[in-house]
């Protein structure tokens, strides 16, 4: 039967006759659309069918379903062929049909069956809607069952099958969820790495706080080796052990994100190679491997790469070094391959001191102040200034060649900075001739999983390692001490350092290029950012696992998505390592995407341009942070240079310029006290109201005061009872003691330096000429820093 015999026998059949002959017609047309959905009965013994199969697998979190938009259909240049087969449906009609299928229970339940919750179920059926009253003609199918069911001639749940196909155009996850759960199947690590698996392997552990000659044994077995590799969490451990290596006549090649140095002039690449742990080969042939600080496989962001090293690495012999807290885990791990762990504890003692240093004044040489933020090394590092002392400054954000130029300025016996003021960066990395580790807060800012800062005392594991830079063994001072800055945080000090570190029960996974890059086949509208949401959520990890946070990654996913980019290059841009913190650095991240993605290469030129080269030495302490911030991207351009080399291709001219960059910083660094006391007058730092102890030091402490406060009540000290007096009624001074946030002793304190301060404001405008008044005035106008 033809096409139009079909059409023209249906136009003559009366309403009633119609629904009779569907039978007959669907046959006639399913050579023209396909096969027609079967009813509800039958589409409910699939939807059993489904589910059984997929079942055993966690609920997905739908709220990360993006719904995609389905327009609806505008006029057809074949005119509306469902209406001319039956007639044109009454959209009133319609819309009270559509409405009756919404509120029917055995759809929901179906739906349910498919993976519709309530939620989606909703979205689906607003969008289906919407879909069916807006398009001026629909498919043929949908509009004889719709016109069957208006006239009574059909159940209204037959509009499911219809109901379903327009929810997977816009869920497309629905239909691959079983495919995307085999791709995010995260279970059995080991079985990633074949060459290991090959390999009979011998893991030895050397167990160990800092300062205990782990590492060091581990690195001799390193040198005497035919071949080897040593993997370290930071490039200046990495550039460490290259330089030893080499000094020690065992030729030996660089490798980090950033950078790579070969030995030999030809290029030929050496026997043993240091290399920061991400950057490890995990199908190269070693003889010994060096995985240092093992703990880290726990990182909420980087444990993977400890992971991928310790499940992967070819190596005869793996020697791993890191705390005693990680040997159960390592030994679980390895218990899966098959591979024998060998712990060897090398253990030395830290000596707490019975009394806190209280002043400034009580500072000896080799003494370290540890702050936890920069505020605090800016503070205090101007204190020791005013006391005629001279102090180095360590913290994270500086480069890595002014922590080297600040380390060997401390260490050097005849050089008069005999103080070290640092932040936790000193942890790893650096050596460091310290007598003394002296704790200036033990209240540590974080971020937790939802993003929030959070002020918590530092754990057991953090105050080791710190601590465990006094005293080592290759320094001056064989035996180190630990104490605190503050008397009362000394008990609470000793109590940390007593705790039992907690045992290591996880290690870090991270999906890789090729896994995200399956996930966007089935979902080739889904954003980067979506579909990594999408895959930890689908993820199945063994329990001696977990998914590594990817906030990060997410961040610059979300940053860059209007970009047109290939996934894979998509992918490797969001994987470089920048701080989200520093707004120049974002901004650069995303210059240089959209540069790329012209095909405009980033040249030496450009990025003088870009940077505004040259650049001055800094001022002021905000000068010196946007100068960090130049030298992260630099930093960035020579990450991307060894993935894009076509585009980013002067990587050997930024590296000296960056070299440049780093004398300008270190000169500022030196200064640095000099920069804090002119932002001070500037007021680009909150110093001004206490030349000692910053506003914001002030603040912090408070902070750390009512976080100790009740951190002392969870260990079972007596908390202090208010007076009674109604405390709106007094001073915010009197308050604060009340309430334990400030002692009498540190009131006192605070009203000799504002005195201080006030006098010497009152020098400064007298030799000056200015007033209060004037000086606010000046500020207004455009600042020529």
């Not at 199918?141 to 929810?167: E, K, S, T, Y």
């Not at 006391?387 to 300025?409: D, F, H, W």
């Not at 000046?778 to 600042?783: G, I, L, N, R």
Request: hydrophobic share 40%; glycine share 6%; with cysteine.
């Amino acid at each position: 039967m033809s096409f139009s015999r079909c059409a023209l026998l249906w136009a003559r059949l009366p309403a009633g006759r119609q629904a009779g002959h569907r039978a007959a017609i669907c046959s006639a047309l399913r050579p023209h659309f396909g096969p027609f959905p079967g009813l509800l009965g039958q589409v409910s013994v699939l939807a059993t069918a489904s589910s059984s199969a997929s079942g055993g697998s966690k609920i997905p979190n739908t709220s990360l379903f993006v719904p995609l938009t389905v327009k609806p259909q505008g006029p057809s240049a074949d005119g509306d062929v469902g209406a001319e087969l039956t007639r044109p449906l009454d959209k009133n009609e319609v819309k009270k049909v559509l409405d009756k299928f919404y509120k029917r229970k055995e759809v929901q339940k179906l739906g349910a069956d498919y993976g519709l919750d309530a939620r989606l179920f909703h979205q689906a059926f607003i969008s289906f809607r919407n879909y069916i009253m807006q398009s001026h003609s629909l498919d043929v199918d949908i509009h004889i069952v719709l016109n069957d069911i208006c006239f009574g001639a059909a159940h209204v749940d037959d509009l499911f099958p219809f109901f379903l196909r327009h929810a997977k155009q816009i869920f497309p996850v629905l239909d691959c969820k079983d495919d995307l759960r085999k791709i995010s199947d995260l279970r059995i690590p080991p079985n990633w790495y074949p060459d290991a698996r090959a390999v009979q392997r011998k893991i030895i552990f050397h167990s160990g706080p800092t300062n205990s000659g782990k590492t060091y044994h581990a690195i001799q077995k390193y040198f005497s080796a035919k071949s080897g590799v040593y993997c370290g969490p930071l490039k200046l451990l990495a550039h460490e052990i290259f330089e030893k290596s080499n000094a020690a006549g065992v030729p030996c090649d660089l490798v980090t994100g950033e950078e790579r140095v070969t030995v030999h002039p030809d290029g030929k690449q050496a026997s043993h190679v240091s290399c920061t742990v991400e950057m490890c080969s995990v199908t190269t042939p070693y003889e010994v491997a060096v995985i240092d600080e093992i703990q880290m496989i726990r990182d909420p962001a980087r444990g993977w790469a400890w992971t991928r090293a310790l499940l992967g690495l070819c190596a005869e012999e793996v020697h791993l070094c890191g705390e005693p807290a990680a040997i159960d885990l390592v030994m679980e791990l390895m218990y899966t391959t098959g591979e024998e762990v060998r712990d060897y504890k090398r253990l030395t003692p830290i000596s707490v001191l019975d009394h806190a240093l209280e002043s400034l004044d009580n500072l000896r040489p080799g003494d370290c102040i540890v702050c936890f933020s920069k505020n605090d090394i800016y503070s205090v590092s101007r204190q020791i200034e005013i006391r005629g002392l001279e102090s180095a400054v360590i913290y994270g954000s500086l480069p890595p060649g002014t922590k080297l130029a600040q380390a060997k300025k401390f260490n050097d016996p005849n050089d008069p900075c005999k103080i070290l003021v640092a932040t936790d960066a000193i942890g790893m990395g650096l050596n460091l001739s310290i007598r003394r580790i002296i704790f200036y807060s033990l209240i540590k800012p974080s971020i937790n999983e939802k993003g929030e800062k959070e002020l918590e005392p530092i754990t057991t594991s953090q105050a080791l390692q710190i601590a465990g830079r006094a005293g080592r063994f290759s320094s001056q001072f064989k035996e180190g001490e630990v104490t605190t800055m503050n008397h009362e945080d000394l008990s609470l000090l000793k109590e940390i350092l007593k705790r039992p570190v907690d045992p290591i029960t996880a290690a870090g996974l991270h999906p890789t290029a090729e896994q995200i890059e399956m996930f966007a086949y089935h979902l080739p509208d889904a954003t980067l950012s979506n579909l990594i949401d999408i895959f930890v959520d689908f993820s199945q990890v063994d329990g001696q696992y977990f998914v590594c946070n990817m906030d990060d990654f997410k961040f610059s996913a979300e940053l860059i998505q209007h970009i047109p980019l290939s996934l894979r290059v998509r992918y490797i841009f969001c994987t470089a390592p920048i701080n989200k913190k520093q707004p120049f650095v974002c901004s650069s991240l995303l210059q240089f995407a959209r540069q790329y993605s012209r095909n405009e290469p980033l040249t030496f030129a450009w990025l003088r341009r870009y940077i505004k080269w040259p650049l001055l030495p800094p001022r002021n302490i905000k000068d010196l942070m946007d100068l960090e911030a130049v030298h992260d991207v630099l930093d960035l351009y020579l990450w991307l240079s060894y993935r894009f080399m076509d585009m980013f291709p002067d990587a050997s001219l930024i590296r000296d310029l960056q070299k440049e960059l780093d004398g300008i910083i270190q000169d500022g660094v030196h200064n640095i006290t000099k920069l804090i006391k002119v932002s001070e007058t500037h007021k680009l730092l909150n110093l001004e109201s206490f030349p000692s102890v910053s506003q914001s030091r002030l603040s912090g402490t408070l902070k750390s005061q009512a976080r100790r406060t009740r951190g002392t009540k969870a260990l079972g000290s007596k908390a202090t009872e208010p007076p009674s007096a109604n405390a709106g009624e007094l001073s915010l001074a009197s308050r604060l003691v009340q309430q334990g946030l400030l002692t009498p002793d540190m009131l006192k304190q605070l009203e000799k330096e504002w005195m201080t301060q006030q006098t010497e404001c009152s020098k400064e405008r007298t030799e000056s000429g200015t007033h209060p008044k004037g000086t606010r005035r000046k500020k207004k106008e455009p600042d020529s820093d």
